[in-house]
C-alpha cells in the first residue's frame, strides 16, 4: 500500500513558475514508476510525465516538453514537478500516482493516487 500526498500548486501568472511536490508511503518506494496527471474541469484526466523507479528515465507529454522537469529523490521517498513557463492551458488538478514496474501514459494502469493539487495560471 502506497499513500501519495501532494502540495505545492497555487495560483501564478502567465509565464511564472510553480514547483509541485508528492510525498509518498512505504519502503519499496524505488519499485514504483511515478507520474504526474492532471485534470482541467470538463475534460478528462490527462497524462504530464512519468518517472521510472531508479530515476534514470523519464517521459514528457509533448504540451511541457522543455517547460516541466520531473525528479526523484528515492531517499525520501519524494518526486517533485518543476513547471516553468506557465501557460493559461496549465490550470487543471494535478495529480501524482504510482505503480510497480515500468511508467506508462495510461492513467487507468496506476494503482494509487494522491488527492490533488490546484494549479491555476493566470492570463
Known amino acids: 500500500q502506497v499513500q501519495l500526498v501532494e502540495s505545492g500548486g497555487g495560483l501564478v501568472q502567465a509565464g511564472g513558475s510553480l514547483r509541485l511536490s508528492c510525498a509518498a508511503s512505504g519502503r519499496t518506494f524505488s519499485s514504483y514508476a511515478m507520474g504526474w496527471f492532471r485534470q482541467a474541469p470538463g475534460k478528462e484526466r490527462e497524462f504530464v510525465v512519468a518517472i521510472s523507479g531508479g530515476g534514470g528515465s523519464t517521459y514528457y507529454a509533448d504540451s511541457v516538453k522543455g517547460r516541466f522537469t520531473i525528479s526523484r529523490d528515492n531517499a525520501k521517498n519524494t518526486v517533485t514537478l518543476q513547471m516553468n513557463s506557465l501557460k493559461p492551458e496549465d490550470t487543471a488538478v494535478y495529480y501524482c500516482?504510482?505503480?510497480?514496474?515500468?511508467?506508462?501514459?495510461?492513467?487507468?494502469?496506476?494503482?494509487?493516487w494522491g488527492q490533488g493539487t490546484q494549479v491555476t495560471v493566470s492570463s
Open positions: 500516482a504510482a505503480k510497480m514496474g515500468a511508467y506508462l501514459t495510461l492513467a487507468r494502469r496506476y494503482d494509487y
